[in-house]
Each structure stands twice: as structure tokens, then as C-alpha cells.
């Protein structure tokens, strides 16, 4: 199978099936023409043509925006065209995180084609002189890829949240990381991706970390979204990834990630330069 074919699988997508989606004449998302019908029913805030989707909110700020957008979703949940809502919200933007013009709960972000923003951490122990990976499986109840496995901590990243106080969040909810372990996570860059899904587009940056835990240390899960933990040698970890798909689509090329900057992966494997390329593929 090869590494090469998780880069391939989460960067599937063909553009020419969205038309884009503006705000103040920005394009921050990216819709199918399907979906942008459902919102011709409110004209007042959308702007619905062949040519592309635009917010027509008038004398409005982010909340203000935000507020109207959201009304408009809630009806859509009502209709059953929308899954029910997280009620954590994603900034629509065209540049960095910080410039968000636009709040969007993350159910309804991929209609939107926004771009939305993770956080995964690898955690690693030394032991018996070889890098060994903490890997969680997903409790099987889980409405997004049950029983499959998953990094010890990952998470979205929601609009109003810190980078450091969403990692401290997710890494006491999913493994019982205390602060002053997270303190010590190195952040060590981000790998990206666009992903065609039944719900539209999902251009994704995940901010990606490392973290040595001690030998003894041992998660535990508060929040229930991880049923077990396996300590294993990272050639195991590897040859998971490689020859199967048994992990969360978008933790196998975090861990491809890992696996090159730590020398596991290295410039004498064929698709090398493939894979340091595909992990970063530029944003429509």
C-alpha cells in the first residue's frame, strides 16, 4: 500500500464542483452549488449566484455576521439539510488564523469550505533504547471514526481559544496529561490538506507537536473518546500506517510527519520527496 496513499486519500477533492464563498469580497470558503441553493431562502444575508456565494449582511462585524449566519443554520438543522450543531465555532478567513471574519460552528464548516485548524500531538517514550508511540483507539460509540486508531492527543482548534490553552485542554480530556507535561510539548510545525467529503470541502492545517512522556507515565481518558492505549515501537506504529488503514485518516500523515523528521523515514526512500511536498499542499 504504501505511505504515499494517505497523502493521496485525504487530498482528494475536484474544485470545479464549488463555486466560492466571499466575505467583504474575500474568498474564505468554498461551497457546491447544491448547498448555496438551500440558502437563496435568505436573501438578506446571502447573495447567491452562478459566479459564487456572498455575505450581504449590512452595517455588520463579525458578531454581527456571525449572529445572522447562525440563525440561518439553525433553520437548516430544523430542515435536516445540517447534522446538529457542535456548538464550537471555526473562523472563516482568507489569511491567518487571527483574521477571522466570519464565525462558523464546525458542524456546518465543511459546507462552507472553510479552512479549519487542528492539533495533534506525537507522545513518545525512550525505552530500551528505541522510540516507542502512545497510540489510543477510538471508543467504538464515536460518531466519527469509531474504534479506529487515533494519536494520544487531537483535537480542533475552535476560533476562541489560545493554541496553548486548547493543547492543555484537549491533552487533560483525552489523556490525562497534566501542565506541566504539556509545558514540555514541542511545537514542531504543521502538516496540511483538502479533502472532498458528502458535506463539501475541507481544507485542514494541523498544528502538529512532540512530546516525550516519561517511562512510567500512563493516560487515561476523562472524556470518553478513547476506550483504549498501546505503548509500541514506533516500526510497528510505522508498518501500521504503511500496510493498513487502520488509523484516523488525517493522524496517518502527522505520523508520517514524525517519522521523517525523527530519521525513520529518510532521503533514501523512493517517495521521499513526495512525501515531504505532499504533506504541505497549498490551499485553494
Known amino acids: 500500500m504504501g505511505f504515499l496513499q494517505h497523502l493521496r486519500r485525504c487530498n482528494r477533492h475536484d474544485l470545479s464542483g464549488f463555486i466560492p464563498f466571499r466575505v467583504e469580497g474575500a474568498v474564505v470558503g468554498r461551497v457546491r452549488p447544491a448547498f448555496a441553493e438551500y440558502l437563496t431562502a435568505w436573501p438578506e444575508v446571502f447573495a447567491v449566484m452562478p459566479e459564487g456565494v456572498e455575505l450581504v449582511v449590512e452595517h455588520s462585524g463579525v458578531e454581527e455576521r456571525s449572529a445572522a449566519v447562525a440563525e440561518v443554520l439553525n433553520a437548516l438543522v430544523e430542515q435536516g439539510v445540517l447534522p446538529p450543531l457542535h456548538g464550537e465555532l471555526y473562523g472563516a478567513t482568507a489569511h491567518s488564523r487571527s483574521d477571522a471574519v466570519l464565525l462558523i460552528d464546525r458542524a456546518a464548516a465543511p459546507c462552507f469550505g472553510i479552512r479549519a485548524f487542528g492539533q495533534h500531538l506525537n507522545g513518545y517514550v525512550r525505552k530500551d533504547n528505541r522510540c516507542h508511540m502512545w497510540i489510543g483507539r477510538r471508543a467504538s460509540d464515536r460518531m466519527i471514526y469509531p474504534g479506529k486508531l487515533d494519536h494520544l ?56 507537536y512532540d ?36 488509523f484516523k485518516q488525517n493522524c496517518n500523515l502527522v505520523i508520517i510527519d514524525f517519522l521523517i523528521r525523527h530519521g525513520f523515514i529518510g532521503p533514501e526512500h523512493d517517495d521521499y520527496l513526495e512525501l515531504v511536498t505532499g504533506l504541505h499542499p497549498p490551499l485553494p
Not at 486548547?166 to 483538502?194: D, R
Not at 481518558?221 to 487502520?246: A, H, I, K, N, S
Open 153 to 208: 492527543v487531537a483535537g480542533g482548534l475552535p476560533h476562541n481559544i489560545s493554541l496553548a490553552g486548547n493543547l492543555a485542554k484537549e491533552c487533560w480530556e483525552e489523556a490525562a496529561i497534566p501542565p506541566e507535561l504539556v509545558s514540555q510539548a514541542i511545537p514542531v510545525g504543521t502538516v496540511s490538506y483538502v479533502a472532498e467529503s458528502e458535506r463539501g470541502l475541507k481544507p485542514d492545517t494541523l498544528y502538529c
Open 211 to 246: 512530546l516525550e512522556l516519561p517511562a512510567d507515565f500512563q493516560p487515561r481518558c476523562t472524556d470518553g473518546e478513547v476506550e483504549e492505549f498501546y505503548l509500541w515501537p514506533v516500526e510497528q506504529v510505522m508498518e501500521l500506517v504503511r500496510e493498513t488503514e487502520e
